[in-house]
């Protein structure tokens, strides 16, 4: 009784200061920390227990793509809640076969077969255990300054060091090679004239490192919180080409990219590229359920390994199952959330909006020594922050104050703290949803904040 007193007087609370406290006290923070308590989400806009507005321009942690307080899919996850069908992976509920049918059908050509699971670094473990067990290989050629989560084998594949370095060693097998980050070149080559060194590269990591041994190449299309790194247009086709010449399998990882945000639903559709797996998270279900997905193609599906007596979508018992696979409540969120996506043509704002915002941005670096190249696709914007445009040498500090600042003035946006060779990224990656007035209230925010930071 004692102990329920207890529950039930922490429950009662509702002072900000005391939640602060607590969470302080009894969590952890590996996400940009915020203090403030955030009592109402609407659209793009986040308030505080103060009354305090922030226009929230990195959508969560780049995820909320339909923007807070859906009704849709608000209605959709207490329907499902009340039928409580199916709470258990063990037999087929309606919400997850709906959901892995929807998938099959607005997925790029053949990626057919679905994993349902509930994160972006759960479905890149998930891709990487595939592709090995699919292929007998072990190796994976991978980015440095890619992002794939932080289990052990999603963050072996990242090739972000500052994240990784306290966790060595992290698993083998994992082979890096540079991004194409053409406004820092590793290879010191200005594009065209490059020919793509950066691709072609990944031939060589193959082939030197034995196509015998190299299960697949892991890539975001855009890489997304390392710095959005844009690759140039031959950049994927090349590297399709690559891994059907050696046998080696193309992992997508969509988690951030997915779901619209770089104005396609899929950001591998940009150059018509199919992956054999793709991983997606995020804005499949806009977080307001967790939720997560593998899709791989029906060839891979059945090299995986099955009981010859069941259907190959039924992998064999254990080794790839997850409790919390297919969960319902995540189901329909995602298939509300996805149909809103498509309903609004969000991948079409998201294009519009982005266009919008990119030039404004432009138009602000331009003024400013310390604000170098703006570059995105649809709603994934990121800045460099340079102690002056010509040296590029990334300014570090410069960037965090900015970010803090703006937050203080009411724009939550990001700084890349995964570094790709140490460079200061600021993210702007708002939901699709938002509008020419929230871009243009975002942009007066952020020259005010540069105002104080001149
Ligand atoms: C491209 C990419 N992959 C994977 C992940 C990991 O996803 P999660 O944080 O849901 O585990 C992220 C997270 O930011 C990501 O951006």
New binding site residues.
């Given amino acids: 009784m004692v102990l329920l007193e207890k529950i039930d007087k922490i429950l009662a609370t509702d002072d900000p200061s005391q939640l602060l406290e607590w969470d302080k006290s009894f969590g952890f923070h590996p996400h940009e920390n915020i203090p403030a308590v955030i009592t109402k989400a609407e659209g793009v806009t986040l308030t505080d227990a103060q009354g305090s507005k922030y226009l929230d321009f990195l959508a969560g942690?780049?995820c909320v793509n339909i923007g807070y307080g859906n009704r849709d899919v608000i209605n959709a996850i207490k329907k499902q809640l009340d039928a409580s069908a199916g709470l258990t992976g063990l037999a087929v509920n309606p919400s997850s076969a709906k959901l892995m049918r929807v998938l099959a059908e607005i997925a790029p050509k053949g990626l057919t077969r679905c994993f349902m699971i509930s994160?972006?670094?759960?479905a890149?473990e998930m891709a990487l255990k595939i592709v090995r067990r699919a292929t007998r290989k072990f190796k994976i050629i991978a980015r440095w300054g890619g992002?794939?989560?932080?289990t052990a084998a999603?963050l072996s594949a990242s090739g972000v060091l500052n994240y990784k370095m306290d966790f060595d060693p992290v698993l083998p097998g994992f082979i890096h090679v540079p991004p194409p980050y053409c406004y820092r070149c590793d290879f010191g080559l200005e594009y065209p004239e490059c020919d793509v060194m950066c691709a072609r590269i990944i031939d060589y990591a193959i082939h030197y490192e034995d196509p015998k041994q190299v299960a697949a190449v892991i890539a975001?299309p855009i890489i997304?919180?390392g710095g959005v790194i844009i690759p140039p247009k031959e950049y994927f086709p090349m590297i399709r080409e690559i891994c059907n010449k050696y046998d080696v399998l193309l992992i997508m990882?969509e988690?951030?990219t997915g779901f619209g945000r770089t104005g396609k639903l899929f950001a591998c559709q940009h150059w018509d590229v199919v992956p054999d797996i793709m991983t997606l998270?995020?804005g499949i279900s806009s977080l307001y359920v967790p939720c997560?997905a593998v899709l791989v193609q029906e060839k891979i599906a059945e090299s995986l390994g099955v009981a010859p007596e069941l259907s190959p979508k039924y992998v064999e018992r254990g080794i790839m199952g997850i409790t919390s696979m297919n969960h319902p409540l995540a189901c329909a969120a995602a298939l509300a959330n996805i149909r809103v996506i498509v309903e609004k043509d969000l991948s079409k704002n998201a294009e519009k909006m982005g266009e919008y915002l990119l030039s404004g941005l432009k138009e602000i670096s331009e003024e400013h020594p310390f604000l170098g190249e703006v570059r995105g696709k649809g709603l994934l914007i990121g800045l460099e922050v340079v102690k002056d445009k010509d040296s590029k040498e990334p300014d570090m500090e410069k960037g965090r104050e900015l970010q803090v600042k703006s937050i203080f003035n009411g724009l939550i946006i990001g700084h890349s703290a995964m570094r790709t060779r140490n460079s200061s990224i600021l993210l702007f990656t708002p939901p699709l949803i938002v509008t020419r007035e929230e871009v243009d209230k975002a942009l007066e925010i952020f020259q005010k904040t540069i105002s104080q930071c001149s």
């Fill in positions: 942690t780049t994160g972006g670094s759960e890149n992002y794939h989560g932080n999603a975001e997304g919180w990882d988690v951030l998270a995020k997560s």
